[in-house]
């Protein structure tokens, strides 16, 4: 079992839609929670970045981190066909802070 | 701020050559990631290096090495190429201090 589970999709939504994307893990000792974007042929994009529980809002982005059921997430609000890409969460501990463990990935299209 | 770099950007090389990733990170950055992203694996981290010491490993064999240099740029290298390193090779740079990574556009190299 992967440490970090997340839905590879595909998922497609109208314009204009709140999108949700999610994760699980299992490590009680993941400490920092990340969300990046990938677009087609690049490197991935940090969008968010929280430390521990809690929620962080920045535009229309939200991250999500419940560390009692081990499960984060990402809402996109009033999406945009620009938003179209491959969002990854990932997740790392104190002691290995750089040493980051993806999830697969979900594709996501937003349809004009 | 340029961001992180790397060169080249593409290659093709035949199965039991060698070959050498070059990775320049963000100004300033002092902390260098390698990352593996394959269709069926994902993301994987391969390692770190700070202030030119290696500080994480992840579970690669031995023909995956790297190393970094004074002005903190880095290099990968695997020896002994096989069909099955065919892989996006992403670099990602962080001020070391927090887990925040920020990645280049990755080199995509296939082997035949």
């Known amino acids: 079992q992967k440490e970090v589970e997340q839905d590879p999709g595909p998922l497609s939504v109208p314009e204009g839609a709140i999108v949700s994307l999610n994760c699980t893990y299992s490590?009680?000792?993941?400490?920092?929670f990340m969300w990046y974007r990938q677009y087609s042929r690049k490197g991935p994009e940090l969008l968010m970045y929280t430390y521990s529980s809690g929620n962080k809002e920045d535009g229309r982005f939200t991250a999500q981190v419940d560390k009692s059921s081990k499960y984060i997430s990402l809402f996109i609000r009033d999406s945009q066909p620009s938003d179209s890409a491959t969002y990854l969460c990932a997740t790392t501990t104190i002691q290995g802070a750089q040493k980051l463990v993806f999830g697969q990935g979900t594709r996501l299209t937003i349809n004009p | 701020k340029a961001g992180v770099t790397q060169t080249p950007r593409y290659l093709i090389k035949t199965r039991g050559q060698q070959v050498t990733l070059s990775c320049s990170p963000i100004s300033g950055h002092r902390s260098v990631s390698w990352y593996q992203q394959t269709p069926g694996q994902g993301l994987q981290f391969l390692f770190e290096y700070f202030s030119e010491t290696q500080r994480n490993k992840g579970n690669f064999p031995g023909r995956f090495s790297g190393r970094q240099f004074s002005n903190s740029r880095s290099e990968m290298n695997v020896s002994t190429l096989e069909l099955g390193d065919s892989a996006l090779y992403l670099c990602a740079s962080s001020s070391g201090g927090a887990a925040e990574q920020y990645f280049g556009p990755g080199t995509r190299l296939t082997v035949t």
């Open positions: 490590n009680s000792a993941f400490q920092y």
